[in-house]
């Protein structure tokens, strides 16, 4: 009986992606499920499309922003001080995380109000295709 090391890198990656594997393909599958039914339901319901590309679109820049503060507190933060480095950035994410919530409450006050009249709009276009019989 040979002598082995006790790591073999060629093992260790084939332990990891033999276990990985299926894992990663039941994930998959599951996540093709709720990306196809979330987009048969977005289809079937355009206010409801509008709604959600509607905020998409409205917090797309917030988002971006809160991540770049977080990112850059972050860094000034392990930068400069070595330790509670926990705490002090929970603080400057929760006022930012503050703040970020008064752009997503106008993302969803708009995405509401842009939904309304995009409903309001397709249900009176519904009704229109009713009355002139092409329905």
Do not use: N
């Not at 950035?89 to 703040?99: D, E, H, K, S």
């Not at 997503?104 to 295709?129: D, E, N, P, R, S």
Request: hydrophobic residues 55%; aromatic residues 14%; positive net charge.
């Amino acid at each position: 009986m040979a002598i082995q090391s006790k790591y073999q890198p060629t093992g260790l990656i084939q332990a990891v992606t033999s276990r990985a594997g299926p894992l990663m393909s039941t994930a998959q599958a599951y996540a093709g499920t709720a990306l196809t039914t979330s987009k048969a339901i977005l289809d079937r319901y355009p206010p409801l499309k509008a709604f959600v590309y509607t905020i998409g679109g409205a917090s797309a820049i917030p988002l971006a922003v809160f991540t770049g503060y977080g990112a850059a507190t972050g860094a000034m933060i392990l930068g400069v001080a070595g330790t509670g480095v926990a705490m002090v950035q929970g603080g400057f994410l929760a006022f930012g995380g503050f703040v970020l919530f008064w752009f997503l409450a106008g993302a969803f006050i708009l995405a509401a109000i842009a939904t309304f009249w995009f409903t309001l709009a397709y249900f009176a276009y519904q009704v229109a295709k009713r009355i002139e019989g092409t329905a």
